[in-house]
């Protein structure tokens, strides 16, 4: 199996280094035989990207760098990784954080259910109560909302915002991050709202490198968090979302209705009072059909969202088929014209044109006999570039 690691980047240059020392090699996890590390450089200013392709060369790891001209936030650099590691095709895709947070030790483990079958999507714990540098507040806003999570999503995942975490190249075929704050809680979403299986494994975190750029402030994470998950939620359960909105409306419009016709008829005098409950409950009753209505629509609509997300899911893995089938013919012609080279065959032949001729300008080069690195195209991301190294050529 090819496992690729991706780490998404912004200004990354002092932790980046000793994240990628903690990567573990393939002989080190069983079911895998190659690794390939993808670098996302979310619009750095920094040198993250000189630091990570350094480090490539010199440790002789295939290392893929994708960039962004500008810095779109995390869940855009997330989406970005797995098209770049799906193009690669990888079997199995882990996401980590630049900032050391996580343990690269723990990747085997990480990986294990995936390469056992056992699940889909594995998502580390962890165990946020043993983390020292946690406040007490934190602590219990991270136990809550994990809670929300698993109460609205139908998971058992205890740690819902976990950055570490291990996909299945189908799973991460399914996965639309629509978001713009965070990938974490919409993915558990979305793939426990397909049936896929979720587990999780207990970490140890590493010591704290420096502040958390997405966390500013507890009270800003919280409103934040919490329009995040009242928005997926709404998304993938309209119709129950609207109607939890709409009983407030309905018990205000049902006992303001109940008080009018209680008064009229105990006081039996043939008057019509309390006109004010009777348009009070009207207008919340109305409110209350209103928003089940709405609820109604939003349903219609997100079945429709879901078949287009399948149709979705059916494109990527035939375009990534598609690419991968033109990857190995552009493979086998650089072969033969390697054999003919070897074997001193100088006869005319008509050049068959290919990714690589197109890219190229020529048959294998960029008309100085050099290789030029290998260029993918995928939606959103500026470019693509390869580190060469001879464990690729192996």
């Known amino acids: 199996m090819k496992l690729a690691i991706q780490i998404p980047c912004y200004n990354e240059e002092e932790t980046l280094p000793q994240t990628l020392d903690d990567l573990p090699r393939p002989e080190h996890i069983n079911g895998v035989d190659e690794i390939v590390v993808v670098v996302i450089d979310d619009g750095c200013r920094d040198r993250t990207v000189e630091v990570a392709r350094e480090w490539g060369m010199r440790n002789k790891v295939p290392m893929v760098i994708a960039h962004h001209t500008r810095n779109r936030g995390l869940a855009a650099a997330f989406q970005t990784g797995l098209n770049t590691s799906l193009s690669l095709d990888a079997d199995i895709i882990v996401n980590t954080d630049a900032d050391n947070q996580y343990p690269g030790q723990s990747i085997p483990e990480l990986v294990q259910p995936i390469v056992l079958r056992q699940a889909d999507m594995v998502i580390a714990d962890r165990q946020t109560d043993l983390i020292e540098h946690f406040s007490f507040v934190k602590k219990k806003f991270q136990r809550l909302g ?18 570490f975490r291990a996909f299945s190249r189908e799973t991460a075929l399914t996965l639309n991050v629509v978001t713009r704050y965070t990938y974490t809680v919409e993915t558990i979403f979305q793939a426990s709202k397909k049936n896929l299986a979720i587990t999780s494994i207990p970490i140890f975190t ?12 507890v009270w800003n994470y919280v409103k934040r968090m919490g329009a995040t998950i009242v ?11 609207f109607f939890y909105f709409s009983i407030p409306f309905f018990l205000v419009g049902a006992f303001a209705v109940g008080r009018f016709l209680w008064f009229t008829v105990a006081e039996h005098n043939g008057s019509i009072g309390h006109i004010q409950s009777l348009l009070l409950g009207s207008a919340s009753l109305i409110i209350g059909f209103l928003i089940m209505l709405f609820g109604l629509i939003a349903d219609l609509i997100s079945n429709n ?6 149709t979705l899911f059916r494109v990527k893995k035939m375009e990534f088929e598609m690419d991968k089938q033109k990857t190995r013919e552009t493979d086998l012609l650089d072969e033969i014209r ?24 020529n048959g294998n080069g960029n008309g100085n006999g050099q290789s030029k690195p290998k260029v993918a195209s995928l939606r959103g991301v500026t470019r693509v570039e390869e580190i060469e190294v001879e464990s690729i050529k192996e």
């Open 231 to 241: 928005r997926i939620y709404a998304m993938h359960e309209p119709l129950k979302a």
């Open 206 to 217: 590493n010591p704290v490198t420096r502040e958390s750029r997405l966390v500013k402030g």
């Open 338 to 361: 390697q054999l003919r080279a070897d074997l001193g065959i100088t006869r005319t032949t008509v050049p068959v044109p290919t990714p690589s001729t197109i890219a190229n300008g």
């Open 305 to 310: 969202r879901r078949l287009v997300e399948d």
């Open 146 to 163: 994990s809670m929300a999570v698993r109460i609205f999503s139908g998971s058992t995942v205890p740690d819902a915002v976990s950055g």
